[in-house]
């Protein structure tokens, strides 16, 4: 009993190195390969919500489009996705994408104006923290980018060649 126990666990522990080996080597490749940047949302991007990666700048607020979450607004991207920050219509207030931290991406002007948007696209894995410069700590978000092999778990564990 004991016995079979042990070889379980250790066929199991095997299973689990192989596919970080295979994480790994896939995440290495799509660095070098991630600076065409994507202008689709992605295929990911079919859920209830918006698309992936969609942020609205609002009157002191950063709202995802995906979920919903708001100051701070989280989204989960895959890594060499595009997250698009678009300022809401009618919006009038001056507003912008400052990354906190480290880290960071390229922050961006201080913009007005409903329509203006701003764009950046994430080749790394991390968790990138914003705020808005005019409006400091009233308005943040987080955008977690994932390695491109686990964003997307599939049940029952993905299949590599
Ligand atoms: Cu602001």
Known sequence: MSIMMSTTRNTTRLLVVSGLLVVGLLAGCGGSSSTAPSTSGGGTGSGTGGAAGSVTVGDIFFKS????????????????????????????????????????????????????????????????????????????????????????PAPGGPTYP
């Not at 809401?88 to 002007?109: C, Y």
């Open 65 to 152: 489009g995906r979920n919903g979450s708001s100051n701070p607004a989280v989204d989960t991207v895959a890594a060499g996705a595009t997250v698009t920050w678009t300022w809401a219509a009618g919006e009038s207030l001056p507003h912008s994408v400052q990354s906190l931290g480290s880290p960071s991406f390229t922050s961006s002007a201080i913009q007005s104006g409903g329509g203006s948007s701003y764009q950046v696209t994430f080749p790394t894995a991390g968790t990138y923290q914003y705020d808005c410069a005019v409006h400091g700590k009233m308005m943040t978000g987080t955008i977690v980018v994932q390695a491109a092999a686990t964003a997307t």
